[in-house]
C-alpha cells in the first residue's frame, strides 16, 4: 500500500533506537524526509548513518536536543522548520515503588514524558493549521489506560499524555490537521532487550527464555511486540489515508487490555 507519504516532513523524537527508530525507518521507506533525534550527537549521528545504510535512498538528518531540558528543546524547534507530521515518542519509564518516588522525579517523569509534547505541539499544531494538513500522532501505552502499581508516575504521565493529545485534536475540527494516540503494549525494544540479556547473564539463563518467561498471562498475542509493529500503526496515522479517524485511541497492545473500548 502507497501510504503516501512521499514529500512529507516527520520529525521523530527519541528516535536512535527502538519503536521510534522502527518509525522512522518505515517513513523513510515511503518516501518521507525524516528527522531523527536523541539526547547526545553521536548517538543521533550513528542513528542517521544506519538507517542510511539501511535504505541509501532514505532522506534523513538528525538534531540533538535532551528534552529533559526546556531550552534545548526551544533551541530545537528553532532549527527544525516546517514540520508535517510530529510523533510525540519521546519518554522514559521505569519500576519503582509509589512512596519511594521523590518530587524531584515526578516531575521528571512530567517534564520527559508530558511536557515534552506539550512544547512540541505548541510550536507545531499551528504550523499545520496553517499549512492546511498535518499529523500528531502520540506513542503512549496501556500503562495510562490499566496504571500499573508499580509504576504509577509512568502510567499518570502517559495518561496525562493521553488527554493532551484527546484535547488537541478538538482544536483541529473542520481541518485536515488529525492527533492520535497508539496505545502501545509490552514491545521488545531495544532497551528492553539489553535489560533482559543483562538479567539472564546473571542468572545464568539464555535471553529468549527469560524474554518468554516475562510475557504477560493477559496477553492475547501471547510474546512480546517488536518495534515494527507498532511502527505499521503509526506510518498509517501519519498519512493521508487515515483522515477519517482523529481524537482516538488506538491499540496496538496485543490484546494486554482485556476491556472492549
Known sequence: ?????????????????????????????????????????????????????????????????????????????????????????????????????????????????????????????????????????????????????????YGATKAAALALSNGLAKLTRGTEVTVNTVLGGPTYSDGVAATVEQIAAAQSMSAADLRDSLVRESSLLQRFIEPSEIANLVAFLASPLSAATNGAALRADGGVLPTVV
Not at 531550552?71 to 530545537?76: F, N
Not at 519511594?100 to 505548541?122: C, G, H, K, P, Q
Not at 500522532?137 to 489506560?145: D, K, L, N, P, W
Open 1 to 153: 500500500m502507497d501510504l503516501q507519504l512521499a514529500g512529507r516532513t516527520v520529525f521523530i523524537p527519541g528516535s536512535t533506537q527502538g519503536i521510534g527508530f522502527a518509525i522512522a525507518s518505515l517513513c523513510a521507506h515511503e518516501g518521507a524526509t525524516v528527522i531523527l533525534n536523541g539526547r547526545n550527537k553521536d548517538g543521533v549521528h550513528a542513528a542517521v548513518a544506519r538507517l542510511r545504510d539501511d535504505d541509501p535512498t532514505a532522506s534523513v538528518r538528525g538534531i540533538a536536543a535532551d528534552f529533559a531540558d526546556a531550552g534545548k528543546v526551544d533551541e530545537l524547534l528553532d532549527r527544525l522548520g516546517d514540520v508535517d507530521v510530529l510523533i510525540n515518542n519521546v519518554g522514559l519509564f521505569d519500576v519503582a515503588t509509589f512512596t519511594e518516588i521523590d518530587d524531584a522525579e515526578w516531575t521528571r517523569y512530567f517534564e520527559i514524558n508530558l511536557m515534552s509534547a506539550v512544547r512540541l505541539s505548541r510550536r507545531l499544531l499551528p504550523q499545520m493549521l496553517e499549512n492546511g494538513w498535518g499529523r500528531i500522532i502520540f506513542i503512549g501505552t496501556e500503562s495510562a489506560v490499566d496504571v500499573p502499581g508499580d509504576m504509577i508516575h
